[in-house]
């Protein structure tokens, strides 16, 4: 009776911190995406792109900026379902084409894309170096989470996904790091690059715990 | 390649072309950013406008001051400063946050203009200089 309690409230607990857990990232992910959606009208008078606006007149640059937003805005709003155990128990077909999109998308639209990008990012040499890190990292864990899923290794798969997702969240953390900065009226290119670090930084850190809770209890079948 | 049904034999071609595009991204990134590197607009592309702009007028006000007047040659400067100040428009920034602000862009600049557009409509006089 007690165990079925103490499962109970567990079980609760748990649910409870899933819920914190990703509300926030639901919202502030939607609210990337639909703060993206006026860019498509290919108007210029976006703060981005005035600041931008010597580099806006390559046409190469240009191309690549819409892909890249484009390709964002399809890594975020898939990538939401992809951790969904319900929808991979009850609707596997939706977690499979989602995640194809997502790969596609990935390794042949957003990491080349934000590869050519970085070497025009605002920030010292170190600024630009973080983001090259950046779009090579994202495409290495991605295509190392298809590469373990087309081996079977479901378990392998999983901890490469949550690095990949961890660096396409970077930019919806950038986001609310540079907000809260600002409220604490730093100066912009103070905040801009501390922002930057943090975000890439702190991703990688949380990624890396997750994968250290939940392949815990595998790590402890190796112990004697 | 079907995509709809992948298989090891195909990661080698995903492989590929996604190498393909990566090292030619970064290829043609270094080339671009090495030619465009030279150009003076790219050098001050992040620099803020405004303080530049600010900076570059009270260089002037200063060396025209100076010209003028050779005996005060040393608080020209100086007196410069003060007439610059008069007329600098500082805007009361409030840290208000709005959901479009949820972006990349510089985010105290957009809010600046919106705020010295909303005053200079409402009277020409003079302008509080209080700043939070």
Same mark, same amino acid.
């Given at each position: 009776?007690?165990?079925?309690?103490?499962?109970?409230?567990?079980?609760?607990?748990?649910?409870?911190?899933?819920?914190?857990?990703?509300?926030? +990232?639901?919202?502030?992910?939607?609210?990337?995406?639909?703060?993206?959606?006026?860019?498509?009208?290919?108007?210029?008078?976006?703060?981005?792109?005035?600041?931008?606006?010597?580099?806006?007149?390559?046409?190469?640059?240009?191309?690549?900026?819409?892909?890249?937003?484009?390709?964002?805005?399809?890594?975020?709003?898939?990538?939401? +379902?992809?951790?969904?155990?319900?929808?991979?128990?009850?609707?596997?077909?939706?977690?499979?084409?989602?995640?194809?999109?997502?790969?596609?998308?990935?390794?042949?639209?957003?990491?080349?894309?934000?590869?050519?990008?970085?070497?025009?990012?605002?920030?010292?040499?170190?600024?630009?170096?973080?983001?090259?890190?950046?779009?090579?990292?994202?495409?290495?864990?991605?295509?190392?989470?298809?590469?373990? +899923?087309?081996?079977?290794?479901?378990?392998?798969?999983?901890?490469?996904?949550?690095?990949?997702?961890?660096?396409?969240?970077?930019?919806?953390?950038?986001?609310?790091?540079?907000?809260?900065?600002?409220?604490?009226?730093?100066?912009?290119?103070?905040?801009?690059?501390?922002?930057?670090?943090?975000?890439?930084?702190?991703?990688?850190?949380?990624?890396?715990?997750?994968?250290?809770?939940?392949?815990?209890?595998?790590?402890?079948?190796?112990?004697? | 390649?079907?995509?709809?049904?992948?298989?090891?034999?195909?990661?080698?071609?995903?492989?590929?072309?996604?190498?393909?595009?990566?090292?030619?991204?970064?290829?043609?990134?270094?080339?671009?950013?090495?030619?465009?590197?030279?150009?003076?607009?790219?050098?001050?592309?992040?620099?803020?406008?405004?303080?530049?702009?600010?900076?570059?007028?009270?260089?002037?006000?200063?060396?025209?001051?100076?010209?003028?007047?050779?005996?005060?040659?040393?608080?020209?400067?100086?007196?410069?400063?003060?007439?610059?100040?008069?007329?600098?428009?500082?805007?009361?920034?409030?840290?208000?946050?709005?959901?479009?602000?949820?972006?990349?862009?510089?985010?105290?600049?957009?809010?600046?203009?919106?705020?010295?557009?909303?005053?200079?409509?409402?009277?020409?006089?003079?302008?509080?200089?209080?700043?939070?």
């Amino acid at each position: 009776m007690t165990n079925s309690r103490m499962l109970t409230l567990q079980q609760s607990v748990r649910f409870f911190f899933k819920v914190l857990f990703w509300l926030p +990232i639901t919202f502030f992910s939607l609210l990337l995406v639909y703060n993206t959606l006026p860019y498509f009208s290919f108007n210029k008078d976006f703060s981005f792109i005035e600041e931008r606006s010597f580099l806006f007149q390559n046409n190469f640059y240009n191309t690549c900026f819409y892909i890249h937003i484009l390709a964002g805005m399809f890594c975020i709003s898939t990538s939401l +379902i992809q951790f969904s155990r319900m929808i991979l128990k009850k609707a596997r077909a939706i977690h499979r084409w989602s995640g194809r999109i997502y790969v596609f998308v990935v390794l042949f639209l957003g990491a080349p894309t934000g590869l050519y990008m970085s070497f025009f990012a605002k920030g010292s040499f170190w600024e630009r170096a973080l983001f090259m890190f950046m779009a090579m990292f994202w495409f290495f864990t991605t295509l190392k989470g298809l590469q373990m +899923i087309l081996k079977k290794n479901v378990l392998a798969h999983k901890l490469w996904m949550i690095r990949s997702y961890a660096m396409a969240m970077t930019a919806v953390t950038f986001r609310v790091y540079h907000l809260i900065f600002y409220i604490m009226d730093w100066d912009h290119l103070k905040n801009y690059e501390i922002s930057l670090w943090i975000s890439v930084l702190g991703n990688m850190l949380v990624a890396e715990s997750i994968i250290y809770l939940k392949s815990r209890n595998y790590l402890k079948t190796f112990s004697v | 390649m079907n995509f709809l049904n992948l298989k090891i034999k195909n990661m080698k071609a995903i492989l590929h072309i996604g190498a393909i595009l990566m090292v030619g991204a970064s290829i043609y990134g270094f080339i671009d950013y090495k030619r465009s590197s030279n150009e003076k607009q790219f050098r001050t592309l992040y620099d803020n406008k405004e303080e530049v702009a600010m900076r570059k007028k009270e260089k002037e006000l200063s060396s025209a001051r100076g010209n003028s007047a050779t005996l005060h040659a040393e608080t020209s400067t100086a007196a410069a400063i003060p007439e610059v100040t008069t007329k600098k428009i500082n805007v009361r920034k409030k840290k208000t946050i709005n959901y479009k602000e949820f972006s990349r862009a510089r985010i105290d600049e957009k809010i600046s203009k919106e705020e010295l557009k909303a005053k200079a409509t409402k009277g020409s006089g003079k302008i509080e200089t209080k700043e939070q």
